[in-house]
């Protein structure tokens, strides 16, 4: 007898949890209800993929088989799993998987593993090391920690939206491994901006700066991704600054833990929060050139 086809659910449809849903429904999976304390976003995504705009996250996990959380912090994470409260995730968790893909702090992961168990269903940390254009696509990063019968399950789905799918061990891991990656790329992404401002402040050719960075030992990532938005001063938002602060923060937090200090990485902070502090937290992670380039910031 043929199953009935799963049913997907998302908390949290910004930039990242729309693109994810619109992929999985161009990969023929069936939407059933999406979630967003931005109630109007949340109203024309559901129109988009004829689904239910539901209005807590108890009715998501209600009418979804799998639920995929994409929120923004540890709070946010708390609250759609607030343990006591009516209309949260634990309402309707009895054989449901849920796939969580939010930077947060390592040990909630295993907080929530823990609870969904406790509760009849199963957890998995899907962590993303890719952006906006990449979950429209489906060739994001995925960093997955758990246990592997659960990783096994959510497999399908997961390599659907990525073009690299990786485990990496057991509940926590992957957000460590995530805080990490973006603790490098967020120390990178100053240091660029700093090399650019000091090129522009000498009288170098930007354009002409970055392709000789490109080709030798100054070649990252980063600069293919950021280095054109600080010359032309375009931030637009793939990854805000004040994710970036966030998530060097939770880098630093273990490397306290561990009692080891890293110098460069809260540096970085320190030119973020910066950044936030002068009401800049949504632009790009881009902007912290507007710190180094003369004349740029007020």
Same mark, same amino acid.
């Given at each position: 007898m043929e199953q009935p086809p799963v049913r997907i659910g998302f908390v949290g449809v910004g930039r990242m949890g729309a693109n994810m849903a619109r992929r999985l429904t161009d990969c023929g999976y069936r939407i059933t209800a999406i979630q967003d304390c931005h109630r109007? =976003? &949340?109203?024309a995504l559901a129109i988009e993929l004829g689904?239910?705009? &539901?209005g807590s996250p108890a009715r998501? &996990?209600?009418i979804a088989d799998v639920v995929i959380t994409v929120v923004s912090d540890d709070a946010a994470m708390r609250e759609i799993y607030a343990d006591s409260h009516p209309l949260s995730l634990f309402s309707?968790?009895?054989?449901?998987l849920f796939i969580n893909c939010a930077t947060i702090t390592p040990a909630i992961h295993v907080e929530i593993e823990q609870a969904v168990e406790r509760h009849g269903g199963v957890s998995l940390e899907a962590c993303m090391a890719s952006s906006i254009t990449q979950a429209r696509q489906g060739t994001l990063y995925l960093m997955c920690g758990g246990k592997p019968a659960v990783f096994e399950r959510?497999?399908?789905i997961l390599s659907a939206m990525s073009v690299n799918l990786r485990y990496v061990g057991k509940a926590g891991d992957a957000a460590k491994i995530k805080a990490l990656v973006n603790m490098v790329m967020n120390s990178n992404t100053a240091a660029l901006a700093e090399g650019l401002g000091l090129g522009e402040? !000498?009288?170098?050719? !930007?354009?002409?700066?970055?392709?000789?960075f490109s080709q030798t030992g100054a070649a990252s990532r980063v600069l293919e991704t950021d280095g054109e938005d600080m010359q032309q001063r375009n931030h637009d938002c793939y990854f805000s600054v004040g994710h970036a602060a966030k998530d060097s923060a939770i880098a630093l937090d273990l490397a306290c833990q =561990? =009692? !080891?200090a890293l110098p460069i990485a809260e540096a970085t902070l320190t030119q973020y929060r910066r950044l936030i502090k002068a009401g800049k937290g949504e632009l790009d992670k881009s902007a912290v050139a507007e710190l180094t380039f003369r004349g740029r910031f007020t």
């Open positions: 109007s =976003s &949340a109203e689904c239910e705009e &539901a998501v &996990a209600e309707h968790a009895k054989n449901r959510a497999r399908p402040a !000498l009288g170098i050719d !930007l354009t002409m700066l970055r392709e000789v =561990s =009692s !080891l």
